[in-house]
C-alpha cells in the first residue's frame, strides 16, 4: 500500500465499516479491514468502491487519488501501523473493551482508537485502556460516506480538536459533546421523535405511512435546514425566540404534556411490522437502500447549491 493520508484501520466490517472504509478511501486514506466473520468479509471491498463511489458523487471536486482497501486476517496486522483505528464491533461493552485490549498490544501510545458505538458511553468502555486520552467516541449516522454527521466524546478538549479536524478533514460535520452521554445527541433526538411517533400509532392517532409522510413533508424538510433551536426561533416571527417562549411556550408545554410513553407490547411491535410492510410495498432493504441513498445525494447536492449561492 502506498500511504497517502495516513494508513486507518477499520475494525468491524459491516455496514457502518464498509461505509466507513468507502468514505476514507475516497479522500485518499489506505485502509486495512479486519473481522472475525467470514461472512462480513465476503464482498467487503466491492462493497467499499460502491460506497466509495457514492461518496465522491456526493462529493464533487474531490482529487482524483483514491486510497486502497485491504483485508486482513488478524486484527494485530490490521492495527500495526495504523495512524487512526476505527472501531465498528457489535455494541457489547465486553467485547469492544477486549477488542481495545488486542489492538492496544499491537499499537503505538499515539494511535487514536475511535470507537463508532451508538449506544455505549466513551466511560463505560474505556476503563481497561492503557492510553486513555487517545480513545475517543465517534458516531457517526448510518450511512457515514453520505450523512456528514460525526458526534465526538473526548476525555481531553485537545483530543476532542484533534479528532474533529481529522472527520472534517473528511468532508464531515463535527460536534463535540462537553459531557459524557448515553446516545450522544442525535439518537437522543431520534429516539425521542421515534417514541411519540410509536405512540401514535399505538394510540391509533394516524398509521404508520401517515407518520412517516408527516415527517418527511413537514418538520424533516424544515429540519433540513435549520436544527430544532433555530426553528423555533423564526417561528417567534420578528421576537424570536423570546417572543415564541413567551407567548406560545405554555401551548408547546400542553402539547409536551399529552406525548405519550409507549411500550413495545407483543401487539404494538405488530402493527409497527405490518405498517412498514405497507409502507415498503414489497421494496426489499436492498431497494430502499439505494432508493435512500440516491436521494440523500440529490438532497446534499441542493444543500451544497444552495450553500454556494448564499456564498
Known amino acids: 500500500m502506498n500511504s497517502r493520508r495516513g494508513l486507518v484501520?477499520?475494525?468491524?466490517?459491516?455496514?457502518?465499516?464498509?461505509?466507513?472504509?468507502?468514505?476514507?478511501?475516497?479522500?485518499g486514506h489506505d485502509v486495512l479491514a479486519w473481522d472475525?466473520?467470514?461472512?462480513?468479509?465476503?464482498?467487503?471491498?466491492?462493497?467499499?468502491?460502491?460506497?466509495?463511489?457514492?461518496?465522491?458523487?456526493a462529493q464533487p471536486g474531490l482529487e482524483a487519488?483514491?486510497?486502497?482497501?485491504?483485508?486482513?486476517?488478524?486484527?494485530?496486522?490490521?492495527?500495526?501501523?495504523?495512524?487512526?483505528?476505527?472501531?465498528?464491533?457489535?455494541?457489547?461493552?465486553p467485547l469492544k473493551m477486549e477488542l481495545y485490549d488486542r489492538i492496544e498490544a499491537a499499537t503505538?501510545?499515539?494511535?487514536?482508537?475511535?470507537?463508532?458505538?451508538?449506544?455505549?458511553?466513551?466511560?463505560?468502555?474505556?476503563?481497561?485502556?492503557?492510553?486513555k486520552n487517545r480513545f475517543?467516541?465517534?458516531?457517526?449516522?448510518?450511512?457515514?460516506?453520505?450523512?456528514?454527521?460525526?458526534e465526538i466524546y473526548a476525555h481531553t478538549p485537545?483530543?476532542?480538536?484533534?479528532?474533529?479536524?481529522?472527520?472534517?478533514?473528511?468532508?464531515?460535520?463535527?460536534?463535540?459533546?462537553?459531557?459524557d452521554a448515553a446516545g450522544h445527541i442525535a439518537n437522543r433526538l431520534a429516539s425521542a421523535l421515534w417514541r411519540e411517533a410509536v405512540n401514535i400509532v399505538a394510540e391509533g392517532i394516524a398509521d404508520v405511512a401517515s407518520v412517516d409522510a408527516a415527517l418527511v413533508h413537514g418538520p424533516g424538510l424544515r429540519w433540513s435546514v435549520l436544527g430544532a433551536h433555530m426553528a423555533y426561533h423564526l417561528g417567534g416571527g420578528a421576537g424570536g425566540i423570546e417572543h415564541y417562549l413567551r407567548h406560545l411556550g405554555p401551548s408547546q408545554?400542553?402539547?409536551?404534556?399529552?406525548?405519550?410513553?409507549?411500550?413495545?407490547?407483543?401487539?404494538?411491535c405488530a402493527r409497527l411490522v405490518e405498517g412498514v410492510r405497507a409502507e415498503a410495498k414489497g421494496r426489499s432493504i436492498r431497494e430502499l437502500e439505494a432508493q435512500r441513498d440516491a436521494a440523500l445525494i440529490r438532497v446534499l447536492a441542493a444543500r451544497r447549491g444552495g450553500e454556494d449561492a448564499a456564498g
Not at 457502518?16 to 479522500?27: D, F, Q, V
Not at 467470514?38 to 457514492?54: E, N
Not at 485537545?158 to 478533514?169: I, K, N, T
Not at 408545554?253 to 404494538?268: D, F, I, K, Y
Request: a negative charge.
Open 158 to 179: 485537545e483530543m476532542g480538536a484533534e479528532a474533529a479536524r481529522f472527520y472534517q478533514a473528511l468532508g464531515r460535520e463535527t460536534v463535540l459533546l462537553t459531557r
Open 65 to 93: 487519488g483514491e486510497g486502497a482497501v485491504e483485508v486482513v486476517a488478524d486484527v494485530a496486522d490490521a492495527v500495526r501501523h495504523a495512524d487512526w483505528v476505527q472501531e465498528n464491533a457489535p455494541e457489547s461493552a
Open 253 to 268: 408545554e400542553r402539547r409536551w404534556a399529552t406525548l405519550g410513553n409507549p411500550r413495545l407490547t407483543p401487539e404494538v
Open 9 to 27: 484501520a477499520v475494525i468491524g466490517c459491516g455496514l457502518i465499516g464498509e461505509s466507513w472504509a468507502g468514505l476514507m478511501t475516497a479522500y
Open 108 to 131: 503505538a501510545a499515539t494511535t487514536v482508537i475511535a470507537s463508532s458505538t451508538s449506544s455505549l458511553t466513551w466511560s463505560e468502555l474505556s476503563p481497561n485502556l492503557r492510553h
Open 136 to 150: 475517543i467516541t465517534a458516531h457517526p449516522f448510518n450511512p457515514p460516506h453520505l450523512m456528514p454527521l460525526v
Open 36 to 57: 472475525p466473520s467470514h461472512k462480513a468479509l465476503d464482498g467487503f471491498v466491492k462493497r467499499v468502491g460502491a460506497a466509495r463511489a457514492q461518496a465522491r458523487e
